[in-house]
């Protein structure tokens, strides 16, 4: 297990001797103690990230692209070991931890096919004075700062692209999960990645090792996936320098299910949206809208399926749901679930913490929630799926958009244009319609209002690790 800091293709304690303990959230017991980055070990990382920046940056497309290829194929073969890893940090289930593995590893193989067509474009001035050429380089050294749910793979979605672009990285995994992290980036030296070109520094003090990397001359990016709380304020810090920033916060997904739908297909698919990476993930369905025909059927049928779920530790046959992360996570879980109850709506299955040792919350179900209620507006990153009934088409889009959020969004209904046209007035950067997961390498993952700025994945993903420069030229 690699418990140092990784900088320059090398190991080393942080400059200030600190370590931490990385604990399994199912047993509450310590794994391992890995070492604590400092600012001055930041800035190191933000210095070797620049130079390795500058030969990477001249190394042809078609090389770069066979090295994420190499990327790829690496982390596939590695799929047991990390998995492994990610269970022990985070918790997942072993299947979820493998899928996580293989979804991983995509971000390498799409961005791959991606780094030979960066392109630009030629056009001429309307006066026909000149010629406009329109080139992207890299950026130059990209900061990414990564949150826990996602252990690989919410540092794949952004190191993929950033290396196809020609960029360095320095990477601050959180401290709940940096062994994967650790490990990713020695594999990447491995398949071919240019030591110094990936550098990952774990720290205890996120705050000052943020404003080191934030004010090093080399830095142009940041990449932020976690809270809108916590993005605001490194958008505030991004300001000083003025920074590039790609920012995927919070969400607070509706799932809507009209009373044509089918509504095992919308259960399978609610299932989906809400359990999948034992429902802490930031497109989790956090709020279900359902027509009042079929409010209570779909109830039963959705308690029914939670019914089913296995929670327990991750490495555990037959487990569906692991832990929450912390011990934290399951107190504001439960107040949300009381807040509820305590506004009139009824618990039709599960609706408690359950006793450690571990972090755990009972899956549930909770009917008739009024859509004032606390948890309609939090996001509550773990297994409770509060139903709204509604009756009237308008009123129910103005709730699904009643939030500051605008992740993801679901819609069941078998009338294909009525749930084209519903989706295009939810306020979401992405829409399942008649499908419970929307993550694609492929797609452009990204959120309207306060869930972010810019898009990862698809080719507008690469291109967020670029600038654009034209050159005005004539001939
Ligand atoms: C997230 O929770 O931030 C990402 C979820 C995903 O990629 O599916």
């Not at 022990?88 to 390498?108: N, Q, V």
């Not at 107190?331 to 009139?344: F, H, K, M, N, S």
């Not at 993952?445 to 080719?459: D, I, N, T, V």
């Amino acid at each position: 297990m690699r418990n140092q800091l990784y900088i320059d293709g090398e190991w080393r304690d942080g400059a200030g001797g600190e370590r931490f303990t990385v604990n399994d959230p199912a047993t509450g017991d310590g794994i391992a103690d890995v070492a604590a980055g400092t600012p001055d070990d930041a800035v190191l990382a933000c210095d070797v990230a620049d130079r390795a920046q500058r030969s990477w940056a001249a190394v042809a497309p078609r090389e770069k692209s066979e090295v994420l290829r190499r990327c790829w194929s690496t982390l596939i073969d590695h799929a047991d070991e990390l998995a492994n890893l990610i269970v022990a940090e985070h918790g997942k289930p072993l299947a979820d931890a493998r899928g996580e593995i293989a979804y991983s590893a995509e971000f390498f193989r799409w961005n791959a096919e991606e780094a030979v067509r960066i392109h630009g474009s030629l056009g001429t001035s309307p006066n026909g004075a000149n010629r406009i050429l329109v080139h992207h380089p890299p950026v130059g050294v990209v900061v990414m700062v990564t949150p826990w749910n996602f252990p690989a793979a919410m540092i794949t979605r952004k190191l993929a692209p950033a290396l196809a672009a020609g960029n360095g990285v320095v990477v601050k995994p959180p401290r709940e999960t940096p062994l994967t992290a650790l490990r990713i980036a020695e594999l990447l030296t491995g398949a071919g990645v240019p030591e110094g070109l990936v550098n990952v520094v774990p720290t205890l003090t996120s705050g000052a090792w943020f404003d080191a990397a934030v004010d090093h001359r080399a830095v142009r990016m940041v990449s932020f996936t976690g809270s809108t709380e916590v993005g605001r304020t490194l958008l505030r810090r991004c300001a000083d320098r003025v920074l590039k920033s790609v920012m995927e916060l919070g969400g607070n997904a509706p799932f809507i299910v009209f009373d044509d739908a089918d509504l095992e297909a919308a259960v399978e698919g609610a299932m989906v949206a809400k359990m999948r990476h034992s429902a802490e993930t930031c497109t989790a369905a956090n709020r279900f809208l359902v027509e009042a025909a079929v409010a209570e059927e779909f109830s039963a049928r959705l308690a029914a399926a939670m019914a089913e779920v296995k929670v327990g530790n991750g490495f555990d046959d037959g487990v569906t749901c692991g832990p929450m992360i912390n011990a934290g996570a399951v107190e504001t879980i439960d107040e949300l679930v009381g807040a509820a109850v305590r506004a009139g709506a009824h618990v039709a299955l599960g609706g408690n913490a359950i006793d450690g040792p571990g972090h755990f919350y009972e899956p549930t179900v909770l009917g008739g929630v009024a859509p004032d209620s606390p948890i309609a507006h939090a996001e509550i990153f773990g297994p409770v799926a509060p139903i709204i009934p509604f009756n009237d088409h308008d009123a129910m889009v103005d709730m699904a958009n009643d939030t500051e959020m605008g992740l993801t969004g679901y819609v069941y209904t078998e009338d294909l244009a009525k749930g084209l046209a519903v989706a295009e007035r939810i306020q979401a950067g992405m829409i399942g319609l008649n499908r419970g997961a929307v993550s694609d390498p492929a797609a452009p993952f990204g959120g309207m209002k306060q869930s972010g700025l810019g898009r990862e994945g698809a080719s507008e993903g690469i291109y967020e690790f670029c600038e654009t420069q034209y050159i005005a030229t004539n001939w």
